[in-house]
């Protein structure tokens, strides 16, 4: 079997757990003996697995097809909306800096990521046109529209991947373009893909997406050895806080907690690995509870560097408002470090060695951060159970349900 899959990014270039999905994904497909052609915005190196093609959609010419263009893309252009997607336009052009291209990325396609969407959209039809391929897999919003319009040039399947809604992304789903652009992706596809059942339970109530056509494919994680941390500091207690700093991820009532702990722990530091529209606000609530000297940020960080983190915490928190999967989770758990996670959260569905709390509820929060802290007995059988646990997850069975779904919207002479 050949997938044409649309995705937004790709190792080297991570902003987030998008792109580590992805990647996963991919990699699991491939250990399958399936071949898949990547399309992205941008992506300048080559392919480094066999059976993986990468197109660069930027080096596409445009499809010629204005009427189709503008009774389908500009009709959602001109929705009136004030742009607050997964990322924005901003932190996308930091977010790719700070991934190792040592400028500032410049998008191929216009000057915000919205146009950036809708030109992606426009070159996928011709690129469908050229590819050979069974089935169509599109990754989140961003390419929702680009594997629309490769069904419609290919006449292929259609499958969509939910890894967050914008209900999860807006706390309410504010941003017009955005849903209707979900809206659109997951109506109209042959086959939805959510990354747990707590996604999947949003899409069919907010969009009201049949059972027939909604699945469930959990997020993994592949084991390998523990990163060595060389010289990092062992003499006061760490407790991390990895991702968008965003109002999605709960970072206020991080803070809010961690102010509770330090009255207790005095010399227990703080770790926040990420960047985000909140972390400024994130620094003030810090300040005003007086704990700066407990905290520090440090601003985007690649994903094989915070693997010393996870090893050398001895706690990670996610407090998360709406968490559709939550890969960080597991990979804390890789390294066995225990794990305090938000009852909102889709990763709870596939462990069961972590602490869970209410969002919001910092007083708990701050109650489980000490047991972990103080109670070795806790921490130790955290450590233990979790670890063992992420063992048994792998992108090879997640890409093995993806084929499952493939399979039942493939004729019978596709299969």
Same mark, same amino acid.
């Given at each position: 079997?050949?997938?044409?899959?649309?995705?937004?990014?790709?190792?080297?270039? &991570?902003?987030?757990?998008?792109?580590?999905?992805?990647?996963?994904? &991919?990699?699991?497909?491939?250990?399958?003996?399936?071949?898949?052609?990547?399309?992205?915005?941008?992506?300048?190196?080559?392919?480094?697995?066999?059976? /993986? *093609?990468?197109?660069?959609? $930027?080096?596409?010419?445009?499809?010629?097809?204005?009427?189709?263009?503008?009774?389908?893309?500009?009709?959602?252009?001109?929705?009136? *909306?004030?742009?607050?997607?997964?990322?924005?336009? #901003?932190?996308?052009?930091?977010?790719?800096?700070?991934?190792?291209?040592?400028?500032?990325?410049? #998008?191929?396609?216009?000057?915000?990521?919205?146009?950036?969407?809708?030109?992606?959209?426009?070159?996928?039809?011709?690129?469908?046109?050229?590819?050979?391929?069974?089935?169509?897999?599109?990754?989140?919003?961003?390419?929702?529209?680009? #594997?629309?319009?490769?069904?419609?040039?290919?006449?292929?399947? /259609?499958?969509?991947?939910?890894?967050?809604?914008?209900?999860?992304?807006?706390?309410?789903?504010?941003?017009?373009?955005?849903?209707?652009?979900?809206?659109?992706?997951?109506?109209?596809?042959?086959?939805?893909?959510?990354?747990?059942?707590?996604?999947?339970?949003?899409?069919?109530?907010?969009?009201?997406?049949?059972?027939?056509?909604?699945?469930?494919?959990?997020?993994?994680?592949?084991?390998?050895?523990?990163?060595?941390?060389?010289?990092?500091?062992?003499?006061?207690?760490?407790?991390?806080?990895?991702?968008?700093?965003?109002?999605?991820?709960?970072?206020?009532?991080?803070?809010?907690?961690?102010?509770?702990?330090?009255?207790?722990?005095? =010399?227990?530091?703080?770790?926040?690995?990420?960047?985000?529209?909140?972390?400024?606000?994130?620094?003030?609530?810090?300040?005003?509870?007086?704990?700066?000297?407990? !905290?520090?940020?440090?601003? !985007?960080?690649?994903?094989?560097?915070?693997?010393?983190?996870?090893?050398?915490?001895?706690?990670?928190?996610?407090?998360?408002?709406?968490?559709?999967? $939550? /890969?960080?989770?597991?990979?804390?758990?890789?390294?066995?470090?225990?794990?305090?996670?938000?009852?909102?959260? #889709?990763? @709870?569905?596939?462990?069961? =060695?972590?602490?869970?709390?209410? !969002?919001?509820? *910092?007083?708990?929060?701050?109650?489980?951060?000490?047991?972990?802290?103080? !109670?070795?007995?806790?921490?130790?059988?955290?450590?233990?159970?979790?670890?063992?646990?992420?063992?048994?997850? @792998?992108?090879?069975?997640?890409?093995?349900?993806?084929?499952?779904?493939?399979?039942?919207?493939?004729?019978?002479?596709?299969?």
């Amino acid at each position: 079997m050949r997938v044409l899959m649309f995705g937004w990014e790709f190792p080297p270039f &991570v902003s987030g757990g998008l792109g580590v999905a992805s990647a996963g994904l &991919v990699q699991g497909l491939l250990e399958t003996g399936t071949e898949v052609v990547l399309v992205l915005p941008h992506h300048p190196f080559e392919p480094s697995a066999d059976g /993986l *093609t990468i197109v660069d959609s $930027g080096a596409v010419a445009a499809a010629d097809d204005a009427p189709h263009r503008r009774r389908f893309l500009l009709r959602l252009q001109r929705l009136p *909306t004030l742009l607050r997607p997964y990322i924005t336009a #901003g932190a996308y052009e930091e977010d790719w800096s700070a991934a190792g291209t040592g400028t500032p990325f410049q #998008g191929h396609y216009g000057p915000d990521l919205a146009t950036e969407v809708l030109r992606y959209a426009e070159v996928a039809g011709r690129i469908a046109r050229r590819e050979a391929f069974d089935v169509i897999h599109a990754h989140d919003w961003l390419t929702y529209l680009a #594997g629309l319009e490769a069904r419609r040039a290919s006449g292929k399947p /259609l499958v969509v991947h939910v890894h967050a809604t914008e209900f999860d992304r807006g706390g309410g789903g504010d941003n017009r373009l955005v849903t209707e652009i979900e809206r659109l992706g997951v109506l109209s596809a042959d086959r939805v893909i959510a990354v747990s059942g707590y996604t999947a339970q949003i899409v069919a109530e907010r969009y009201a997406v049949p059972a027939r056509r909604l699945r469930v494919v959990h997020n993994a994680i592949d084991a390998r050895e523990t990163l060595k941390i060389g010289d990092v500091a062992e003499e006061d207690p760490l407790v991390l806080f990895a991702g968008r700093i965003t109002r999605q991820k709960g970072p206020q009532f991080f803070v809010d907690a961690a102010a509770l702990v330090v009255a207790e722990i005095p =010399n227990v530091k703080f770790a926040v690995a990420g960047s985000g529209d909140r972390m400024r606000p994130m620094m003030d609530r810090v300040a005003e509870h007086g704990i700066a000297r407990n !905290f520090f940020f440090t601003g !985007f960080v690649p994903p094989g560097e915070l693997d010393r983190f996870y090893a050398r915490a001895d706690v990670y928190v996610m407090p998360s408002v709406s968490e559709p999967f $939550g /890969l960080t989770a597991l990979e804390a758990l890789r390294h066995g470090t225990p794990a305090i996670v938000s009852r909102h959260a #889709g990763v @709870s569905e596939v462990v069961r =060695n972590v602490l869970r709390v209410d !969002f919001g509820d *910092t007083r708990d929060l701050a109650s489980k951060i000490l047991s972990v802290l103080l !109670f070795r007995p806790l921490s130790d059988a955290l450590s233990t159970g979790g670890r063992t646990e992420v063992r048994r997850l @792998s992108w090879k069975d997640a890409a093995e349900k993806c084929l499952d779904v493939y399979r039942e919207i493939l004729p019978d002479g596709s299969r």
